[in-house]
T-cell receptor, first 115, second 111 residues
């Protein structure tokens, strides 16, 4: 399984500002996923980040609010823009296994608090 | 629409008291079901993949089983270190590598 790291591990931000979260994988992967986990809730997929193409966003998530970069096969960033307290969540990146059925492996998460 | 429902939402057991967690799903053509463990403040840790009805997987005190409509995570003689949230997930219909998660069961094992 891949080893995934995220930075920062946590942050406290003021409303109206933006935060960029980094995700680094120890092997090359085609797909990376970004999830949000609101307090006490399960994981919700934000978008799929493919290297060399635009990210694909799920219903309810838009590029202006959550721009994603995928400059190479081991790295991705998620920016949470113009933050409000409702954006307070844990943000997780994940990568799929190389073979079917492609279980996913997760990073440690970034805990974001917006005040 | 693919849906995953877990029950109970929370379960509190005494150390050594066995029980089961449930994950029911409505998907068109199951392409695997995954169980994860999540400790507070950490990312989910992969536990099991189940492919087809009748399949079973075991790891220490955990055993996962799968039928055509649901999966069970049986925990036998649990210890306090088994306390965590247990999540199940299935792949989306539209994209096999995207997952939809259940709400999770928060398991607490009292010593």
């Amino acid at each position: 399984s891949a080893v995934i790291s995220q930075k920062p591990s946590r942050d406290i931000c003021q409303r109206g500002t933006s935060l960029t979260i980094q995700c680094q994988v120890d092997s090359q992967v085609t797909m990376m996923f970004w999830y949000r986990q609101q307090p006490g809730q399960s994981l919700t997929l934000i978008a799929t980040a493919n290297q060399g193409s635009e990210a694909t966003y799920e219903s309810g998530f838009v590029i202006d609010k959550f721009p994603i970069s995928r400059p190479n096969l081991t790295f991705s960033t998620l920016t949470v823009s113009n933050m409000s307290p409702e954006d307070s969540s844990i943000y997780l990146c994940s990568v799929p296994a190389l073979v079917y059925p492609y279980e996913q492996y997760f990073g440690p998460g970034t805990r974001l608090t917006v005040t | 629409e693919d849906q995953v429902t877990q029950s109970p939402e929370a379960l509190r057991l005494q150390e050594g008291e066995s029980s089961s967690l449930n994950c029911s799903y409505t998907v068109s053509g199951l392409r695997g079901l995954f169980w994860y463990r999540q400790d507070p403040g950490k990312g989910p840790e992969f536990l099991f993949t189940l492919y087809s009805a009748g399949e079973e997987k075991e790891k220490e005190r955990l055993k996962a089983t799968l039928t055509k409509k649901e999966s069970f995570l049986h925990i036998t003689a649990p210890k306090p270190e088994d306390s965590a949230t247990y999540l199940c997930a299935v792949p989306f219909l539209q994209g096999a590598q995207k997952l939809v998660f259940g709400q999770g069961t928060r398991l607490t094992i009292n010593p």
